[in-house]
């Protein structure tokens, strides 16, 4: 690994300032040393890998704060096998999109932390993780089908299921309170899991310990009850009310609205990238029918939660991950949000969610250098992201696609 490393002769997208400007980013050790102004290469770098990147746009790595790594679904798989292959898709992810780092919401057999600790110790390549491992749902719960979602009833059963999720080594905890759009019939996005009691106990263990809680909460009520009890995020948020909203700003709390579970049907796919994706997905006519059932109120609170001022980071919930968040930010600017917006919640504001913003999340000196280069201006059109140049994580070249 070199050392050092100059970008030189870039457009530099910080996320901290609006717009790009012309400049060249000196990187050491894995960190963010130093940002020249000017877009001419400087002279003073000796010992320096120097990289004329001739004027391509230079941003943070991108984030995806809501992903599941299964792709394509091997329901017979062994533990040995998801692992290969969820490493493969983080892999992917960092290389082929630029996604530097997610934070899970539900992956089995705590194969996240694993992977975590691969990926930090730089024996295998791939994003950061920020890891959630199981997902902690009821019988009769939600994305039981999926292999991630691990049944609890009770609530000391709840108790002693977040203990071995923190004593695996999680980041946070993963709590499913209601139904969503894919499931069978008695597990609509209406309907909430928890009893009083789970909800109370799930919550205060977590409160107890420290551990930030992503709450899966398709309804208002779910959403208001996670908000009070101290939810760090809110997740899909389909139907959310104005007290929903209000909560948001009082708690300080994140909303993760995964736009794409609603949106991503063949009648409402437009851009090319969306109807490829469609096609390529394949879902029952009866799951799409119930996100188009969905989308308008979904859309509806995404637009009124933008508007409130509602932090707001962008997570997908969709695979594979070499295409979910560049699918998921044009959803966001495709529903109003400018591509300011959407790229600061790919960005900085995924980073605060995952408790990193000291060190990741936007160009400034003293970061971590986890980058990307593009070849047109993002900010722009964000479907720019797609055209991807270098990918750095670390201070570390992972792909280089100018050729
Ligand atoms: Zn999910």
Redesign the pocket.
């Known amino acids: 690994m070199t050392a050092r490393l100059v970008l030189a002769n870039a457009r530099l997208i910080d996320c901290v300032v609006p717009d790009a400007r012309p400049a060249s980013v000196v990187v050491e050790r894995g960190r963010i040393a130093e940002i020249l102004d000017g877009r001419g290469a400087p002279t003073a770098v000796t010992g320096a890998t120097v990289i004329d990147v001739a004027g391509m746009y230079l941003l943070p790595g991108l984030w995806d704060a ?1 992903v ?1 790594f299964e792709w394509p679904r091997l329901p017979e798989a062994s533990i040995a096998e998801l692992t290969l292959q969820y490493a493969a898709n983080a892999h992917e992810a960092l290389t082929e999109a630029g996604v530097t780092a997610v934070r899970t ?2 992956t089995p057999h705590l194969i996240d932390v694993a992977l975590k600790r691969a990926f930090d110790s730089g024996r295998l390549v791939g994003p950061r993780i920020f890891a959630g491992g199981w997902f902690l749902t009821t019988t009769a719960g939600h994305a039981l089908a999926t292999g991630f979602a691990r049944p609890i009833d009770g609530a000391d059963a709840f108790v002693a299921a977040i203990r071995e999720q923190i004593q695996g080594g999680v980041d946070h905890i993963k709590l499913n309170l209601t139904g969503g759009i894919i499931g069978p019939a008695w597990d609509r996005h209406w309907h909430s899991f928890f009893t009083p009691a789970e909800l109370e106990a799930a919550f205060a263990i977590c409160r107890q310990r420290g551990m930030k809680v992503m709450a ?1 909460a398709a309804n208002a009520e779910a959403v208001k009850a996670a908000l009070r009890l101290g939810a760090h995020s809110i ?1 899909h948020g389909y139907v959310m009310d104005d007290e929903a909203l209000t909560l948001f700003g009082e708690r300080g709390a994140w909303y993760v609205p995964t736009l794409g579970i609603t949106h991503l049907t063949p009648s409402q796919a437009t851009s090319p990238r969306e109807k490829r994706y469609v096609a390529e997905r394949n879902l029952p006519a009866a799951v799409n029918a119930r996100a188009e059932a969905a989308v308008g109120e979904h859309r509806a609170w995404f637009q009124r939660a933008l508007k409130a001022g509602v932090k707001m980071a962008l997570g997908s ?1 969709l695979r594979p991950l070499r295409d979910a968040a560049l699918l998921e930010l044009g959803l966001w600017v495709k529903d109003g949000a400018t591509p300011r917006q959407a790229l600061w919640a790919a960005t900085r504001h995924a980073a605060e969610i995952c408790g990193a913003a000291d060190e990741l999340g936007t160009v400034e000196v003293g970061k971590r250098a986890d980058l990307i280069v593009v070849r047109d201006n993002p900010l722009d059109d964000v479907e720019h992201l797609a055209a991807l140049a270098l990918v750095v994580k670390d201070g570390r070249v992972v792909a280089d696609q100018r050729g």
């Open positions: 809501h599941h919401a539900g899966h997740e919930d």
